[in-house]
């Protein structure tokens, strides 16, 4: 009966099933009651290996684990329906998390040791997810070309003295997506909708590829100014010497010190709905919030620790201090809609 509902569940969502798959679950399944936990997760970091290995020496529990693209398994997971073998899904963005939460596939979780250890801003108010480790959205420009005094915070970008300035990923990134509801949470409607306009006035080359592109976009002077994910710039602080290069051509902004603070992304997870091992996922999400973990993601992928008080690493504190927008999450989420349909308008492909 399992192999035929998953068989059925890979047909309505082939792009997240492969042979291997089936496998994992039929394995999963197999060791019935033998403490064990079933991840999805579009998460695709080799250092997240080393999170489940800790995990598993510290606790016993087994852990099976698929990943695929976040829409893929979300689409899997109601697909699965109550025959589901997933107990957690992880992702990346409150975009994703929100679109799973919309699936209905999440439920709510009651946890002192999640709510002591997380901040407000980075729960769902419901318990429906929690997030794990944050990202800012931050400004660079190249120092060749002089430092932009104009700017200092994400409405700056829609000023015309950036005309043909600026270099950024399409609309449809999740990430450009949250950037700009958090926008719309945070000043409106009407002025999420001019800045758009503005944005796309100012554009040195229509929106293409992934964060990386617009760091050596901008290091090669094919453009002053772009928008990207910490994490990627941290990548260039500390890696080789060629990377090194590239960073020390860059500075590097945190928009809205001033005002609401800079936008973070989150990774974040949720305990589904029909979890057959609940018990251990909660107590899996427990674990990402301790320290061990918390420097895994922080020395691993140059994330920012979820709970305060601990430190990112070397390379992402070379960025400089700031101080985030504390939206909640949940927030960004509601108004993913919305932003699509501005950024539509705006023609910013």
């Known amino acids: ?12 969502a082939a792009a997240a099933c492969s042979p291997t798959d089936e496998a994992s679950v039929d394995g999963a399944s197999a060791a019935g009651e033998a403490g064990e936990v079933n991840i999805y997760s579009s998460r695709h970091y080799d250092t997240d290996l080393a999170l489940y290995e800790d995990f598993t020496e510290q606790t016993g529990i087994t852990v099976n684990r698929i990943e695929a693209d976040a829409d893929a398994l979300i689409e899997r997971i109601a697909s699965e329906g109550e025959f589901s073998p997933a107990d957690l899904l992880i992702t990346v963005d409150a975009g994703r998390l929100w679109r799973a939460e919309e699936a209905g596939i999440l439920s709510a979780v009651e946890s002192d040791v999640l709510t002591e250890r997380l901040p407000d801003h980075l729960r769902h108010p419901n318990g429906l997810w929690f997030g794990l480790s944050t990202r800012a959205r931050v400004i660079i420009y190249n120092k060749a070309k002089g430092n932009p ?11 015309p003295v950036f005309n043909d300035a600026i270099c950024i990923r399409s609309s449809s990134n999740i990430y450009n997506i949250s950037l700009l509801s958090s926008i719309i949470a945070n000043r409106g409607t009407e002025a999420a909708e001019e800045w758009a306009n503005g944005v796309v006035a100012n554009f040195a080359r229509d929106p293409q590829g992934n964060d990386t592109a617009q760091i050596e976009s901008v290091a090669n002077g094919e453009c002053w100014i772009a928008v990207v994910n910490s994490y990627y710039l941290a990548r260039f602080a500390g890696g080789e010497r060629d990377e090194r290069a590239i960073f020390d051509r860059l500075g590097v902004i945190f928009p809205d010190q001033k005002g609401t603070g800079t936008h973070i992304n989150v990774s974040g997870a949720g305990v589904t709905i029909n979890a057959p091992n609940r018990d251990n996922a909660v107590r899996f999400l427990e674990y990402l919030t301790s320290e061990s973990a918390q420097r895994y993601f922080a020395d691993g992928n140059n994330e920012y620790p979820a709970v305060s008080g601990l430190e990112a690493n070397s390379a992402v504190e070379q960025l400089g201090e700031f101080t985030p927008d504390t939206l909640n999450a949940a927030e960004i989420g509601r108004n993913q809609r919305q932003a699509v349909e501005i950024f539509d308008r705006a023609g910013w492909n």
């Open 1 to 12: 009966m399992k192999r035929m509902i998953l068989a059925a569940a890979c047909a309505l």
């Open 149 to 159: 005094r104009e700017l200092s915070s994400y409405e700056d970008l829609a000023n």
